[in-house]
C-alpha cells in the first residue's frame, strides 16, 4: 500500500522504484562478487552505478517500520474442526475406540488422531472447553 501511495503513474517502473529508494533489479542492486579461476582475475564490467537520489524516502522507512512489527499469531482452528469434536465428547465421552467407529467419523481417524484433534481444541481454547464439560455435566444431572 505504501508503493501504491507514492506511485507516479506518469513515470516508468524504473523511475518509480528509483525514487522510492527499491531496487528494479535485485541482482544489480546486490552483485555477486567475482571469484578467482585459477590464479587469475575475472574483472567485473566496467560500469559502475552512481549514486541515485531518493526523493520519496518514507516509504522505504514506513515498510521497515511495518516488518520490524511484531507478527500477530492467528492461530484458530476451523468451524468444522469444532463442532466434530464437540459432537464426538457429546456422544461418546472419553471412548476414542467408540468415536473412531462413530458414523460421523467421515474422515476415518482412528483413535489416537481424534484423541490429538481433541487435545488441539483443548489447547486453543481451554476455557470454551471448561464450559463445554461443564454444561455436559450440568445435561446429565438435570436428566437424572
Known amino acids: 500500500s505504501h508503493i501504491r501511495h507514492a506511485w507516479d503513474p506518469t513515470k516508468s517502473v524504473a523511475q518509480n522504484l528509483a525514487e522510492m529508494g527499491l531496487a528494479e533489479d535485485p541482482n544489480k542492486a546486490v552483485p555477486i562478487p567475482k571469484k578467482k579461476l585459477l590464479g587469475m582475475e575475472v574483472e567485473s564490467s566496467g560500469r559502475e552505478q552512481g549514486k541515485k537520489i531518493v526523493r520519496k524516502p518514507y516509504v522505504v522507512n514506513e515498510m521497515e517500520y511495518e ?51 481433541i487435545n488441539v481444541y483443548k489447547n486453543f481454547y481451554p476455557e470454551e472447553y471448561k464450559d463445554f464439560i461443564a454444561s455436559l455435566k450440568q445435561e446429565k444431572m438435570d436428566v437424572q
Do not use: C, F
Open 67 to 117: 516488518a520490524s512489527l511484531p507478527e500477530k499469531k492467528s492461530n484458530t482452528l476451523s468451524r468444522d474442526l469444532i463442532d466434530y469434536v464437540r459432537y464426538m465428547i457429546q456422544n461418546h465421552g472419553e471412548n476414542y475406540k467408540e468415536m473412531a467407529r462413530d458414523e460421523k467419523n467421515y474422515y476415518q481417524d482412528t483413535p489416537k488422531q481424534i484423541k490429538r484433534k
